[in-house]
């Protein structure tokens, strides 16, 4: 497996790889959920190419850019278990921002709610990221995970506007035996917080059970779901929302396809988890 830290020198080996190559963008700090989007990638490509790099524009100034998990060594000890054949892990003092960086990609109509009302600057620190990276590593394919819904409906838009020739692959989200989904800030959460952050599925849970019941109103699965949050006292609930995937719009009745999400913070670590209705639906 190749590692490569500089965006010359990944440019240098891109002219090699054999085509199609897929790629599976991440900010490290792997667990199963991270690996089954590269596994996803070499089903479908000659070459998988992975990036770790934790993306600074992305971070408010009050969130956890400075604590975030890293652990480049061990990441690259699963990339390479896992047959990935190049890594591009630009330094973090360096990184992919010259210093008088003030191009910014904004997809405004998709990105003010949700998470983006909660903080403002994430996506468009995303999708100028994913950007870069997409012009760096030239993709035939590209893989993301639906736990991070909204970024993936960022992503798919942003390959259409700006015409990119990548195909996207989202992989279902990953989820411990207890139905929490895997993040890498879950290692931020004690004990007794790891109990309580599985009402964010249990939550979903309900709402797919109400609506394989026939509930079809969108306000009381919304309303259901906050009772259930509101029950655990260590769980402080952000949004619950049942909208459009359009355009992530709120829905009064839900009689197409709806994209369920709810962020909640349980003591200081923010969580979110997401889901489709009706059930078995994919997002994109």
Known sequence: MDVTRTTPAFRALRAGL???????????????????LVRLAR??????????????????????????????????R????????????PEEGAGLYAEEHNTWIEIPNLT???????????FRGVATIVTKLFHIVEPDVAVFGQKDAQQALVIARLIRDLDFDI????????????????????TYLTPQERKTAT?????????????????RNAEVLQREMTTLLAAEPKAR??????????????????????????????????LIDNMVLPPGESLL
């Open 167 to 186: 195909d996207l692959v989202l992989g279902p989200t990953a989820r411990e035996p207890d139905g929490l989904a895997m993040s890498s800030r879950n």
């Open 78 to 89: 699963l990339l390479d278990a896992e047959g990935v054949d190049c890594v591009f892990a």
């Open 18 to 36: 054999k085509s199609p190559v897929g790629f599976v963008p991440t900010m490290g700090f792997l667990h199963d959920g991270h690996l089954s």
């Open 237 to 270: 609930a952000e949004y619950v929302s049942v909208a459009s995937v359009e355009d992530l719009s709120e829905l009064e009745t839900v009689d197409g396809k709806a994209l369920v999400s709810l962020a909640a913070r349980v003591g200081t670590t923010r």
């Open 43 to 76: 089903e479908r490509c000659a070459t998988v190419v992975a990036s770790i790099y934790v993306n600074p524009t992305q971070f408010a100034p009050t969130e956890d850019l400075a604590s975030y998990p890293r652990d480049l060594d061990r990441d690259l």
């Open 199 to 215: 009402v964010l599925h249990r939550a979903l849970r309900l709402a797919e059970r109400m609506y394989r019941d026939g509930e």
């Open 112 to 122: 003010s709610r949700l998470e983006g009302a909660s903080r403002p600057t994430h």
